[in-house]
């Protein structure tokens, strides 16, 4: 997606090596019109899809996925986050390891807003191992839905969370991929 | 605002005597339609006021705040909690206490993205006594900016948070205000 390719060149900023902050549009400060285009963008790839429910996790997530939700018109849910396990019944649960934070925490969703007939399309602002990606895929096989995809703002295409999630049969479509850096600029997979 | 009361009322649920829980449409799943129309309405509400960003705070405010900056063509900023204090110079923060999860946690924006002369609307899913929205505000004050006002989806009005934010003389503009409970429905304020 030309436009999203665009904020991170223009807007984001290097740090060190190998990352790029995109904290001025995407994960602290939000431009409003880039997420919304990332909505129509999303709603475009998966035209032929038949989507009941977008599935996120709080909290960089839920930009683009409540506009992706007003595209599509299905409602959106928001994984939570929390330092401890969670025991309640009511629930479904997993555990993710952050290590971008370097700790491991607890993902719930409550067990009425998933239900066995949807057709969930997960959506987060980053993959880069896919250690998120594949917690709130657990947490949709546990409610017996089916995953109908995933759509990400920006892969870390340096990194094999895509390629390990693309190899089990998921279709995960990216708005951008970076695939590396190179004099102080970003470059994309074209 | 009719259409938010007509949610509560209907798809809220409610737990013991005085406690609506309305994580079916705006806290844990969210309802996109819903969500466009309260950025609408707090559009209309501040039409008369020069607004040049919106703050909330991770994560049930961020869905209505991207929505109301689509509305007023403004970024969004949401401030990040922390469960232990942040010492970065980088950051304005400060420290407010949750009687809901019964403990402290740290609120942080970075400096980048408040500037003196930014005319903030703050922007919450709910007000009851206040902490959250005296947290922001003073995050706000630390930056030189100025309040613009509040916007909140749902008030408690039964809690003094509101009526003491009014006295200290900011607009506090509630999409719905819960009165109390009698024979198992909402009171609203009208």
């Known amino acids: 997606m030309k436009l999203l390719e665009d904020y991170i060149s223009e807007k984001g900023r290097l740090v060190g090596k190998d990352i790029v902050k995109v904290d001025s549009f995407l994960n602290h400060q939000v431009?409003?019109?880039?997420?919304?285009?990332?909505?129509?963008?999303?709603?475009?790839?998966?035209?032929?899809?038949?989507?009941?429910?977008?599935?996120?996790?709080?909290?960089?997530?839920?930009?683009?996925?409540?506009?992706?939700?007003?595209?599509?018109n299905v409602p959106m849910v928001f994984a939570k986050k929390n330092a401890t396990k969670n025991l309640s019944s009511d629930v479904y649960s997993t555990t993710i390891t952050s290590?971008?934070?370097?700790?491991?925490?607890?993902?719930?969703?409550?067990?009425?807003?998933?239900?066995?007939?949807?057709?969930i399309l997960i959506i987060d602002d980053f993959l880069a191992n896919g250690a998120a990606l594949q917690g709130l895929i657990e947490i949709v096989n546990q409610s017996g839905a089916s995953v109908a995809g995933c759509a990400i703002a920006i892969e870390k295409g340096f990194q094999d969370g895509g390629k390990k999630l693309r190899e089990k049969g998921y279709r995960i479509?990216?708005?951008a991929i970076i695939e590396g850096f190179a004099d102080n600029k970003v470059l994309f997979k074209k």
Do not use: C, N
């Open 31 to 72: 431009d409003p019109l880039l997420m919304q285009a990332m909505g129509k963008e999303i709603k475009r790839l998966f035209a032929d899809t038949e989507i009941t429910k977008i599935l996120t996790i709080e909290a960089s997530g839920i930009a683009i996925a409540v506009m992706a939700a007003l595209e599509l």
């Open 99 to 119: 290590f971008t934070h370097g700790r491991d925490y607890d993902v719930r969703v409550a067990k009425d807003f998933l239900g066995k007939d949807d057709k």
């Open 173 to 175: 479509e990216s708005l």
